[in-house]
T-cell receptor, first 117, second 113 residues
Framework: GAGVSQTPSNKVTEKGKYVELRCDPISGHTALYWYRQSLGQGPEFLIYFQGTGAADDSGLPNDRFFAVRPEGSVSTLKIQRTERGDSAVYLC???????????????FGEGSRLTVL | AQSVTQLDSQVPVFEEAPVELRCNYS??????LFWYVQYPNQGLQLLLKYLSGSTLVESINGFEAEFNKSQTSFHLRKPSVHISDTAEYFC???????????FGEGTQLTVNP
């Protein structure tokens, strides 16, 4: 597709369960970002990938959160032992590589809304 | 590290009135500045950005923002708003050498007829 695709768009789970959220970036974009947006707040940075590696994971709140991007394209955000406080919209964004004409623009998906009961 | 403060959480205005959404940032290094817009039930979209050059930047739908380094501000303005401008607006900052985009908490602009 032409834009960033995120699945599922909505996920309802019970406290303690494991969830995976998927992001398919724009083709050719080497940089990929995960953000979390809680109700009434701005997006909060979680992790940034450049290619396959996590270049900055300092925004992950604790070790229950983990993200991978094994082939440098699709990324999966994994949350273990979910808590009610994890309820939020999880946003994925991609951009071109800085060294290949990065204009600074991040292209966002529509997000995955996670509700933990 | 950078931070962004959006001074108004909600801005209600009447159609065709002018509007200003305020944004101040804090950073010890040079920055790029952005405004993103989120329409109801849609993802974040870039509205305009300041990277370098002219401090006044414009969007295709009539918004403009001016980078003021001395006041560390990047306020968003439009001389005459439309109902369709109703959305949440986010100011964001990134260091010129970094990749992380830091967002403000957003301003909900509601345009009433």
């Amino acid at each position: 597709g032409a834009g960033v695709s995120q699945t599922p768009s909505n996920k309802v789970t019970e406290k303690g369960k494991y969830v995976e959220l998927r992001c398919d970036p724009i083709s050719g974009h080497t940089a990929l970002y995960w953000y979390r947006q809680s109700l009434g707040q701005g997006p909060e940075f979680l992790i940034y990938f450049q290619g396959t590696g996590a270049a900055d994971d300092s925004g992950l709140p604790n070790d229950r959160f983990f993200a991978v991007r094994p082939e440098g394209s699709v990324s999966t955000l994994k949350i273990q032992r979910t808590e009610r406080g994890d309820s939020a919209v999880y946003l994925c964004a991609s951009s071109r590589d800085r060294d290949r004409g990065d204009t600074g623009e991040l292209f966002f998906g529509e997000g995955s809304r996670l509700t933990v009961l | 590290a950078q931070s962004v403060t959006q001074l108004d959480s909600q801005v209600p205005v009447f159609e065709e009135a002018p509007v200003e959404l305020r944004c101040n940032y804090s950073s010890s290094v040079s920055v790029y500045l952005f405004w993103y817009v989120q329409y109801p039930n849609q993802g974040l979209q870039l509205l305009l950005k300041y990277l370098s050059g002219s401090t006044l930047v414009e969007s295709i739908n009539g918004f403009e923002a001016e980078f003021n380094k001395s006041q560390t501000s990047f306020h968003l303005r439009k001389p005459s708003v439309h109902i369709s401008d109703t959305a949440e607006y986010f100011c964001a900052v990134r260091s010129t050498s970094g990749s992380r985009l830091t967002f403000g908490e957003g301003t909900q602009l509601t345009v009433n007829p």
